[in-house]
């Protein structure tokens, strides 16, 4: 039975245009059905606190407005990230589901310059980091840096995002039950090739708010 759902899944994928399609699963049961492990991973930065020039800038809610500039500001930060996900276009898109979760954006004046989604027992190690640009990342670190005691923050930034030259190197980790699979004739096989090659990092995926329950 799982295997019939699968191929329909697959069938009205493809069916949709969809070309390549990823999840995470056990590395043991997909593989027989034409899924490739280590597809993705998950992209780190640790940035010590102590390091962070201090900032000013200030955290407030997530409002339907800011819809069209959180995107805009996806699509610069993490368009170019391999398995990135688009948030989408609705305001629960943005706000996390669990409420010890809180989703906060970041202005400079009237300019929307930052968004993260952090949980309260975790202030140090958010979900979600975007930025405008490294300036801005910096600035929005420094904000983190003052509401919490850890000695270093722990931002998902992957090496092709824009956030990547404002701090330390970003580290990629892949897992096995990081996998996809090809659907139709797409650049998964190139995509792959350069990740053996060491020509490309590895991909990162966001998981949607959905993923924080």
């Keep these: 039975m799982g295997g019939a759902l699968i191929a329909e899944g697959h069938r009205v994928a493809a069916e949709k245009g969809c070309t390549v399609c990823y999840l995470v699963g ?3 049961y997909y593989p027989r059905f034409g899924y490739r492990t280590h597809a993705y991973g998950d992209s780190t930065v640790t940035v010590p606190t102590a390091e962070i020039p201090e900032s000013d800038l200030e955290a407030t809610s997530v409002t339907h407005e800011d819809i069209s500039a959180l995107r805009d500001l996806w699509r610069a930060h993490d ?3 391999d398995f990135a996900i688009d948030p989408g276009t609705s305001l629960m898109d943005w706000i996390s589901p669990n409420p010890a979760i809180r989703s ?3 202005r400079d004046g009237d300019a929307l310059i930052g968004y993260v989604r952090r949980h309260e027992c975790r202030p140090a190690d958010p979900e979600c980091f975007l930025a ?4 801005s990342a910096r600035a929005v670190a420094g904000a983190l840096a003052r509401e919490t005691t850890a000695a270093a923050l722990t931002l998902p930034i992957h090496p092709r995002t824009l956030s990547a030259g404002a701090f330390g190197p970003a580290r990629v980790e892949p897992f096995a039950a990081a996998m996809a699979i090809e659907l139709a004739p797409s650049l998964l096989g190139e995509y792959f090739a350069q990740i ?3 020509t490309r990092s590895h991909g990162h995926m966001i998981r949607p708010v959905e993923f924080d329950l």
């Design 104 to 106: 906060v954006a970041f």
């Design 196 to 198: 053996h090659a060491g």
């Design 132 to 135: 405008r640009d490294a300036g």
């Design 26 to 28: 056990h590395a043991t």
């Design 79 to 81: 368009g170019a990230v």
